[in-house]
């Protein structure tokens, strides 16, 4: 059975840090690409970043370019994010998504994690 | 970067109805264009892919069809469980969803 499991959200201050974790589990992870969605409270989904799943390429939406970073270690079936610099915008459950087909580029995403919840304030 | 627009916002129809949701992308996406359903408190899930392929286990109701930039997922008679948001998403460059349809019991 596929299973993603997302942790390291929290309360973090207004240029603060957080590195959030997926563990992967149920599949060959270094076979797929991956991608971390969000929703911020009441809204709808928001892309944020792509990895292939060889590593490159990388993608990232323009409202995080910069300022967070996605990775993975196919060893440890684990994806993280890397989110420097958080704004109050920022604030949202953060979903890990696995690319539907093997070895492809951008796929749509079959299977996605409970989330994570990432809140910034003060 | 690459919009993609939904319409309606919000509809309502009532279980045993059809249901007909449309998704426009700002350029060509060609077929990269999926479908999932969210209901309150859960992920995502996946219905339809490649612009008309089912996802594994998903009814024969649902159906998508559309190329290029405008798409539709149809609902062909509505169950209580499909009452639900849904959005479209392009994957022909990087990713881009739409702002999502809810669709509520009339």
């Known amino acids: 059975e596929v299973q993603l499991v997302e942790s390291g959200g929290g309360l973090v201050q207004p240029g603060g840090s957080l590195r959030l974790s997926c563990a992967a589990s149920?599949?060959?992870?270094?076979?797929?690409?991956m991608n971390w969605v969000r929703q911020a409270p009441g809204k709808g989904l928001e892309w944020v970043s792509y990895?292939?799943?060889?590593?490159?390429?990388?993608y990232y939406a323009d409202s995080v370019k910069g300022r967070f970073t996605i990775s993975r270690d196919n060893a440890k079936n684990s994806l993280f994010l890397q989110m420097n610099s958080l704004r109050a915008e920022d604030t949202a459950i953060y979903y890990c998504?696995?690319?539907?087909?093997?070895?492809?580029?951008?796929?749509?995403?079959?299977?996605w994690g409970q989330g994570t919840l990432v809140t910034v304030s003060s | 970067e690459i919009v993609m627009t939904q319409s309606p916002a919000t509809l309502s129809v009532s279980p045993g109805e059809r249901a007909t949701l449309s998704c426009r992308a700002s350029?060509?996406?060609?077929?990269?264009l999926a479908w999932y359903q969210q209901k309150p408190g859960q992920a995502p899930r996946l219905l339809i892919y490649?612009?008309?392929t089912r996802a594994t286990g998903i009814p024969a109701r649902f159906s998508g069809s559309g190329s290029g930039t405008e798409f539709t997922l149809t609902i062909s008679s509505l169950q209580s469980e499909d009452f639900a948001v849904y959005y479209c998403q392009q994957y022909n460059y990087e990713y881009t969803f739409g702002q999502g349809t809810k669709l509520e019991i009339k």
């Open positions: 350029q060509s996406v060609n077929s990269n």
């Open positions: 490649g612009a008309s």
């Open positions: 149920g599949f060959t992870f270094s076979t797929y690409s």
């Open positions: 998504a696995r690319g539907s087909i093997a070895a492809a580029g951008t796929t749509a995403n079959d299977y």
């Open positions: 990895i292939s799943s060889s590593v490159s390429p990388i």
